[in-house]
Nanobody, 120 residues
Framework: EVQIVESGGGIVQPGGSLRLSCEAS????????MSWVRQAPGKEPEWVSS????????DYSDPVDGRFIIARDNAKNIVTLQMNSLKDEDTGLYFC?????????????WGQGTQVTVSS
């Protein structure tokens, strides 16, 4: 079965950094585009970033562009999201999912999520 497990969330001060990790199994990871999505309380899920199967192509939502970096290691079936210069509005539950779709709810196989809280 498909399994997606996110980790690395925590509490960080504004301006700080945090690295999220996504461990995937149950499908051919090396031929699958992957994405990160986040959801703040009371808000709709928001697409954050995507990376192509090879890792050669990436894209970011406007709020995180220039601050976040998505990467993958196909030998380890892992996708990461390096988050820098964090802001209060980055707070939310971060999910890893299969696919590349800027409409977050159309992505497949979300994990359980990992909480990121940016607060002073």
């Amino acid at each position: 079965e498909v399994q997606i497990v996110e980790s690395g969330g925590g509490i960080v001060q504004p301006g700080g950094s945090l690295r999220l990790s996504c461990e995937a199994s149950g499908f051919t990871f090396s031929t699958t585009d992957m994405s990160w999505v986040r959801q703040a309380p009371g808000k709709e899920p928001e697409w954050v970033s995507s990376i192509s199967d090879s890792g050669r192509s990436t894209d970011y939502s406007d709020p995180v562009d220039g601050r976040f970096i998505i990467a993958r290691d196909n030998a380890k079936n892992i996708v990461t999201l390096q988050m820098n210069s964090l802001k209060d509005e980055d707070t939310g539950l971060y999910f890893c999912a299969r696919g590349w779709n800027k409409i977050a709810l159309r992505l497949q196989s979300w994990g359980q999520g990992t909480q990121v809280t940016v607060s002073s």
